[in-house]
C-alpha cells in the first residue's frame, strides 16, 4: 500500500496544485478505523454520557446498570446508522455510475418522493402510525416510483438511457410531490405526523425492522458489488460500453435495482436523509480515483461513518435532546454540493 501524490492540471491564477490520493488499501484502512472510532463516539455519547470501559462492559458483563442502559438502548440507532449510511453511500455511487454524471444522487429517480406519497396515503387513507407499517409504506413507495419511472424512460424513443432515466425521475417526483403538498393542504393531523418522519432520523429505529428488511439491504449490496465492475465501461458510454461486450440494457437494470433495495430500504428505515449519497462517493472519488469497484465498496463504509458522526453530531449539539440527523446531513452536505458545483470537472444535469 502506498500513498502517493496525485498531480491535478495548473489552473489559471492558482498555480499548480497537487492533491494527496490514497492508495485503495490505505483508503480501506482508514476509512474503516474513522467508522469504528464513529460507532464508538454513537454508543458513548448522547443525553448520558457513558465512558468507554462501560460500552466493553454493558456487552461482556451487563449488570443492568444505567451506564449499560444508556449503552444498550443506543444499539439500534448505532446499527441503523451503519446500515443506512452504507446503503445511501453504494446507492449514490452506483447512481453516479450508471448516469456518468459526479453529481446524481439516489433522489434522481424519484426515490424519496415515491416513498414520502406511500407514507402520506397510509396516514390519510388508512390512519397508519405504526413505525414498522410506515417503513413498509416507504419502501412500497419507493419502488414504485422507480417502476415507473424507469418503465417511463424505457419506453422513450431512445430506452433507458441517463438522460431518460433523469427526466423520468423528475417528473415522477414532480407528481409525487404535487399530489403530497395537496394531501397536507387539506389534512392537518396527517402534516403532524408526516414532517417528524419526512425529517430523516435514527431515533425511531429498532431491531424489529433492521430483522425484516436486512436482507433487502444484503440484496442490494450484492447487485451494487456485481456491477461496479460494469460501470467502469458505462463511464465510456454506451458505444463504447458494448464493443467491450458489455449488455448495456442488463447492466443498467441491474444497477437500477441496486438503487431501489439500498436507498428504498434506507429511506424506508430512517426517513428522506439527502446529500450522503451525492457527497460521500465524490469524496470518495477524489481519494482513490475512478475505479467504480472501490468507489461503490469505499462510499459504503465512508456512507456509514459520515452518517454516524453526524447522528453524534446531532445529539451533542441539541443536549439533552436529539438534532436530527437528516437536519445536520442538509446543514453538513449543502456546502459541499456548492463545492462540487464549483469545480471545474463537475458536469451539468
Request: charged share 5%; glycine share 12%.
Given at each position: 500500500m502506498s500513498l502517493a501524490p496525485a498531480p491535478t492540471t495548473p489552473t489559471s491564477g492558482s498555480g499548480a496544485r497537487r492533491r494527496v490520493r490514497l492508495?485503495?488499501?490505505?483508503?480501506?484502512?482508514?476509512?474503516?478505523?474513522?467508522?469504528?472510532?464513529?460507532?464508538?463516539?454513537?454508543?458513548t455519547l448522547g443525553a448520558r454520557i457513558v465512558p468507554l470501559d462501560a460500552v466493553w462492559d454493558a456487552f461482556l458483563r451487563p449488570d443492568g446498570s444505567t451506564d449499560q442502559a444508556a449503552v444498550l438502548s443506543r444499539v439500534p440507532t448505532t446499527i441503523t446508522g451503519l446500515l443506512v449510511g452504507a446503503a445511501l453511500g453504494m446507492g449514490g455511487a452506483v447512481m453516479q455510475g450508471m448516469a456518468r454524471n459526479p453529481l446524481a444522487d439516489p433522489g434522481l429517480l424519484g426515490v424519496n418522493a415515491g416513498?414520502?406519497?406511500?407514507?402520506?396515503?397510509?396516514?390519510?387513507?388508512?390512519?397508519?402510525?405504526?413505525?414498522?407499517?410506515i417503513v413498509w409504506c416507504a419502501l412500497a413507495g419507493a419502488a414504485v416510483a422507480v417502476v415507473v419511472g424507469y418503465g417511463a424512460a424505457a419506453a422513450s424513443p431512445g430506452g433507458a438511457t441517463p438522460v431518460t432515466l433523469a427526466l423520468a425521475g423528475a417528473a415522477v417526483a414532480a407528481i409525487a410531490t404535487a399530489v403530497i403538498t395537496g394531501i397536507l393542504i387539506v389534512d392537518q393531523s396527517t402534516l403532524e405526523s408526516f414532517r417528524f418522519w419526512q425529517v430523516g432520523s435514527l431515533t425511531a429505529a429498532s431491531f424489529s425492522s433492521l430483522a425484516q428488511l436486512g436482507g433487502l439491504l444484503a440484496l442490494g449490496a450484492v447487485l451494487a458489488v456485481a456491477?461496479?465492475?460494469?460501470?467502469?465501461?458505462?463511464?465510456?458510454g454506451d458505444d463504447v460500453a458494448r464493443g467491450l461486450g458489455v449488455r448495456v440494457g442488463a447492466s443498467r437494470l441491474t444497477a437500477v435495482l441496486a438503487v431501489v433495495l439500498l436507498c428504498g430500504t434506507a429511506t424506508a428505515l430512517a426517513g428522506p436523509i439527502g446529500f450522503v449519497g451525492l457527497a460521500v462517493p465524490h469524496a470518495v472519488r477524489f481519494l482513490v480515483g475512478a475505479d467504480y469497484r472501490w468507489i461503490v465498496a469505499l462510499s459504503a463504509v465512508a456512507g456509514a461513518t459520515f452518517l454516524l458522526v453526524c447522528d453524534v453530531i446531532g445529539r451533542i449539539l441539541a443536549r439533552p435532546g436529539v438534532l436530527e440527523?437528516?437536519?445536520?446531513?442538509?446543514?453538513?452536505?449543502?456546502?459541499?454540493?456548492?463545492?462540487?458545483?464549483?469545480?471545474?470537472k463537475a458536469v451539468g444535469l
Open positions: 492508495s485503495p488499501g490505505w483508503a480501506i484502512v482508514v476509512c474503516l478505523g474513522a467508522m469504528f472510532v464513529a460507532a464508538a463516539l454513537s454508543l416513498a414520502s406519497l406511500f407514507v402520506v396515503l397510509g396516514m390519510t387513507l388508512f390512519g397508519w402510525q405504526a413505525p414498522l407499517v456491477c461496479s465492475g460494469r460501470l467502469n465501461a458505462l463511464a465510456l440527523v437528516g437536519i445536520v446531513t442538509g446543514v453538513i452536505g449543502a456546502p459541499v454540493f456548492i463545492a462540487l458545483l464549483r469545480r471545474r
